[in-house]
């Protein structure tokens, strides 16, 4: 039996949203917004001392995975939306997806890096300042990002190996695994199990390490006596706790309920909130409801108008 030839997929073609030009501006207003709301939090955190605590040290580096997701999804559909399709190279669609994939797990553990740090303060306050020295501050941002960007090569290191013999279109506006597979003439199994047994955990346990926290973080509130006390330690939490519900809860709308009977541009919808609209999001949380950024904030802007 003679071998069949294929012509080697080089390009692929994100047809994003289709042709709805409208959308292109409401679009960029969001993501202008949102690089400048994440480089706010992050150029605060840097200039002002009062901010320089292990709380907005995490926070800073949460702006920092909002703002790379955002910039490595964001303008991909805006030129798709503006062109009809977009048109990305092999290479340049394996590096998104290493990036979106790798930022994605780094968040998840920072969102739980953030959640113990809550936890030592509220319910260990004498040892706090002793236990979140410098260093294991450090610590704890940088595996993060270390486990995130590593293991995340487990999954795409072989998808960059694939063959794309037929199709290159896309029906999305950003490069994703599922896809990706879908249009592979190699054999996916393998990739789909490694990713699948790395990918599990470092979403699910992080989310259930959240939830321990803040169940001893709930248990140690209501034990103090006063009405507003309770307020106030419940209020140094509330902003995280909506962040993480928000991050979670598009997650699982869009990888772990099951795909079947669901409409594309649901998933499309879901992954615009995940990738546009939750990093907007997070600088809005934390400066309406955190009273030393919106402090601070003032201050920065008093400085600018003298």
């Not at 709301?37 to 709380?55: C, E, H, R, Y």
């Not at 279109?169 to 790395?198: A, G, M, N, R, W």
């Amino acid at each position: 039996m003679s071998a069949i030839n294929h012509t080697r997929v080089t390009e692929f073609i994100l047809l994003g949203f289709g042709n709805f030009y409208s959308f292109n501006i409401i679009f960029l207003i969001l993501f202008i917004f949102t690089v400048l709301g994440n480089l706010m939090i992050i150029v605060l955190v840097a200039i002002k001392t009062k901010l320089q605590t292990p709380m907005y040290y995490f926070l800073c580096h949460l702006s920092i995975s909002d703002l790379v997701i955002s910039i490595n999804i964001v303008p991909n559909l805006l030129g798709a939306i503006l062109l009809g399709a977009k048109k990305m190279t092999y290479t340049g669609c394996i590096t998104q997806l290493y990036v979106f994939s790798g930022t994605t797990i780094s968040e998840c553990l920072l969102l739980s890096v953030m959640s113990y740090d809550r936890f030592l303060a509220i319910c260990n306050p004498l040892r706090y300042s002793t236990i979140m020295n410098s260093k294991f501050r450090i610590g704890l941002s940088v595996w993060p990002w270390l486990l995130g960007l590593t293991v995340n090569l487990t999954g795409v290191f072989p998808m960059s190996n694939f063959d794309f013999c037929c199709d290159n279109i896309i029906d999305h506006f950003y490069c994703d695994v599922s896809p990706l597979q879908k249009l592979s003439c190699s054999d996916t199994s393998l990739v789909e199990l490694v990713v699948f047994l790395f990918s599990m955990p470092l979403f699910i346990l992080p989310c259930g390490f959240i939830i321990v926290t803040y169940v001893y973080i709930f248990l140690t509130i209501m034990k103090i006596p006063s009405t507003s006390g309770k307020q106030k330690t419940l209020s140094t939490c509330s902003s995280h706790l909506i962040v993480v519900g928000t991050f979670y809860g598009t997650l699982i709308a869009k990888y772990m309920i099951p795909s079947v009977g669901h409409s594309l541009i649901i998933n499309k919808m879901v992954s615009l909130l995940h990738s546009l609209l939750i990093p907007l999001f997070n600088p809005i949380i934390y400066s309406l409801r955190n009273q030393d950024i919106k402090v601070e904030l003032r201050k920065m802007f008093r400085q600018f108008r003298s």
